[in-house]
């Protein structure tokens, strides 16, 4: 049974940096064609893909927020770190972990999702 | 980047309605389409990945086509359980995946 969860604060001041870890569980981060993906939601609007990792330690990021990511991961404890730097208000959102499978980098698998508020 | 727009915003529809909802992609890409159904307050749901392909246990009910930069996801027979906002999703190019807008699909 494949599991994804993601965990994290809930709550980040403006310009701390969020890190955010991803816990897998029914497949490994070094089976070939896959990989991890994390995606965000700010209330009422849509997904924004962020970032991914695959197998192969292939990476991939956002280009609106490149330069504030970070996407690593540690195939022996089955877990995916996102960091994001400076945070603001407008990255309140919910983070959400994804299974992805190459070649079409579908999400086949979901975290239920992390809630992050961006407040002072 | 790669834009993705979903077309209608939103939709009213009934039960056992046939439904079609359109993406269109800013430049080709190939059959590197997926599409996604998401509930309030619950995790998307992967439907159709590489443009028409089913997912393991969705209905068949649901259908995708379209390559290049037209896409369509189909739902042949409305059930209350379909009510949701559905997103199409781009990994042509996968230093930059995008996702469109979403679909709400409400109840008439």
């Known amino acids: 049974q494949v599991t994804l969860k993601e965990s994290g604060p809930v709550l980040v001041k403006p310009t701390e940096t969020l890190t955010l870890t991803c816990t897998v569980s029914?497949?490994?981060?070094?089976?070939?064609?896959?990989?991890v993906s994390w995606i965000r939601q700010p209330p009422g609007k849509a997904l924004e893909w962020l970032a991914h990792?695959?197998?192969?330690?292939?990476?991939s990021y956002s280009t609106s927020l490149k330069s504030r990511l970070t996407i690593s991961k540690d195939t022996s404890k089955s877990q995916v770190v996102l960091t994001m730097t400076n945070m603001d208000p407008v990255d309140t959102a919910t983070y959400y972990c994804?299974?992805?499978?190459?070649?079409?980098?579908?999400?086949?698998?979901w975290g239920q999702g992390t809630l992050v508020t961006v407040s002072s | 980047d790669i834009q993705m727009t979903q077309s209608p915003s939103s939709l009213s529809a009934s039960v056992g309605d046939r439904v079609t909802i359109t993406c269109r992609a800013s430049?080709?890409?190939?059959?590197?389409l997926n599409w996604y159904q998401q509930k309030p307050g619950k995790a998307p749901k992967l439907l159709i990945y590489?443009?028409?392909s089913l997912q393991s246990g969705v209905p068949s009910r649901f259908s995708g086509s379209g390559s290049g930069t037209d896409f369509t996801l189909t739902i042949s027979s409305l059930q209350p359980e379909d009510f949701a906002t559905y997103y199409c999703?781009?990994?042509?190019?996968?230093?930059?995946?995008?996702f469109g807008q979403g679909t709400r699909l409400e109840i008439k």
């Open positions: 029914g497949f490994s981060l070094s089976n070939a064609r896959m990989g």
């Open positions: 430049q080709s890409i190939s059959s590197y």
């Open positions: 590489a443009a028409s």
């Open positions: 990792i695959f197998s192969n330690d292939e990476k």
């Open positions: 999703q781009q990994s042509y190019s996968t230093l930059s995946i995008t």
């Open positions: 994804a299974r992805i499978r190459g070649p079409v980098v579908a999400a086949d698998y």
